[in-house]
């Protein structure tokens, strides 16, 4: 049986999108589920998650696996660590995650005898891996007051003739809410990332959204207008 050109370039169009699904469906349910259930994605199994995925389905999707990453925040949960002499209310939405994962509302990441770092927000999977990150993290820095701060941000971002390429920091703004000094500013270079700090007593504490978040200033200084020293 012989197809005119015009129908079979259809057919096999047709067969490549079948055989896509087929490929998303088998790695994202390799591991039988109730229907309305989903994967829980943290930040200890994302390599495990993206290799059962594999390069050939996310090349498929153009690294693009649909995880409503887009979607605002319909409730914000409260924060509170040992470390951290701050709480905080961090953005959240159930459906983050799509309708293959969920996640939770924020993950305290330990490595080493390091601080904790905090990563919270929406998922996404992007770079040229296509690898998982949350959109903000959390984490401790050395309490310095908002002038030093100012003054080492401007030298570490300083011009150098001889680079490839130079990030620029915009000098940082700051404001007090409730007692608390908070500072914001944005550093742009392959990206643009905006960046907020709370000044603390024992600690300062940085604010930052990842590379492809495309968070605005305002969005970030809104988390950080949530902190409140403990009781």
Not at 18 to 23: A, H, Y
Not at 64 to 87: G, Q, S, V
Not at 208 to 221: A, M, P, T
Not at 225 to 231: H, M, N, P
Request: hydrophobic content about 40%; some cysteine; charged content about 25%.
């Amino acid at each position: 049986m012989k197809f005119e050109p015009k129908y079979l370039l259809l057919i096999t169009t047709a067969m490549f999108f079948v055989v896509v699904l087929l490929l998303t469906y088998v790695a994202l349910n390799r591991n039988p589920k109730a229907a309305n259930q989903r994967t829980l994605l943290e930040n200890h199994n994302y390599q495990e998650v993206r290799d059962e995925i594999g390069d050939e389905t996310f090349a498929a999707l153009k690294c693009d696996l649909n995880l409503r990453e887009n979607l605002p925040a319909d409730e914000y949960i409260p924060f509170e660590h040992e470390d951290f002499e701050i709480t905080l209310d961090l953005p959240f939405n159930k459906a983050w995650g799509g309708e293959s994962f969920f996640i939770p509302p924020y993950e305290i990441i330990e490595i080493g005898t390091s601080s904790p770092r905090v990563s919270f927000g929406p998922i996404k999977n992007g770079g040229h891996d296509c690898s998982f990150f949350r959109y903000f993290d959390l984490s401790i820095d050395d309490a310095i007051n908002p002038d030093v701060f100012a003054d080492r941000l401007i030298d570490k971002y300083e011009y150098d003739p001889e680079a490839d390429y130079n990030d620029l920091v915009h000098p940082p703004t700051f404001e007090n809410i409730g007692g608390i000094t908070i500072g914001s500013y944005q550093i742009t270079g392959a990206c643009a990332t905006n960046h907020a700090v709370i000044f603390g007593k024992e600690h300062n504490y940085l604010l930052d959204s990842s590379c492809e978040s495309f968070i605005e200033e305002e969005e970030l200084l809104n988390i950080a207008r949530t902190a409140r020293f403990k009781q």
